[in-house]
């Protein structure tokens, strides 16, 4: 997996890691995974394993509703958001995890 070029989000990651305590290495390259197996939608569609379920950007459900649009930069802004929400409870059920096993771990749990 080719990783995505996030230095233009550099100071939105610097700001989540500091605020979980994920490093930001480990935020990177979990949001760029994601990134890379998710595809991105700016327009919300219906979640292909639960039609009734809105998803948009790279595949955020969360507060979504039909008809919502986004930027490419509000849907990197969401997800590099949205990825403590996944790395953090994997990191706290092994947390003696080597960085790579922690990122696919919480890539697997995102997807």
Same mark, same amino acid.
């Given at each position: 997996?080719?990783?995505?070029?996030?230095?233009?989000?550099?100071?939105?990651?610097?700001?989540?890691?500091?605020?979980?305590?994920?490093?930001?290495?480990?935020?990177?390259?979990?949001?760029?995974?994601?990134?890379?197996?998710?595809?991105?939608?700016?327009?919300?569609?219906?979640?292909?394993?639960?039609?009734?379920?809105?998803?948009?950007?790279?595949?955020?459900?969360?507060?979504?509703?039909?008809?919502?649009?986004?930027?490419?930069?509000?849907?990197?802004? =969401?997800?590099?958001?949205?990825?403590?929400?996944?790395?953090?409870?994997?990191?706290?059920?092994?947390?003696?995890?080597?960085?790579? =096993?922690?990122?696919?771990?919480?890539?697997?749990?995102?997807?």
């Amino acid at each position: 997996m080719k990783p995505i070029d996030l230095k233009p989000y550099a100071a939105t990651i610097a700001a989540v890691a500091a605020a979980t305590g994920i490093s930001v290495s480990v935020l990177t390259q979990t949001t760029s995974d994601a990134m890379v197996s998710e595809g991105e939608s700016l327009v919300a569609y219906a979640d292909p394993a639960r039609p009734e379920l809105a998803t948009i950007c790279f595949g955020e459900t969360k507060g979504v509703k039909f008809g919502d649009k986004a930027t490419h930069e509000e849907c990197v802004k =969401r997800l590099i958001q949205r990825m403590p929400d996944y790395i953090l409870p994997v990191k706290a059920l092994m947390p003696a995890l080597p960085d790579n =096993r922690l990122m696919a771990y919480s890539d697997t749990a995102y997807n």
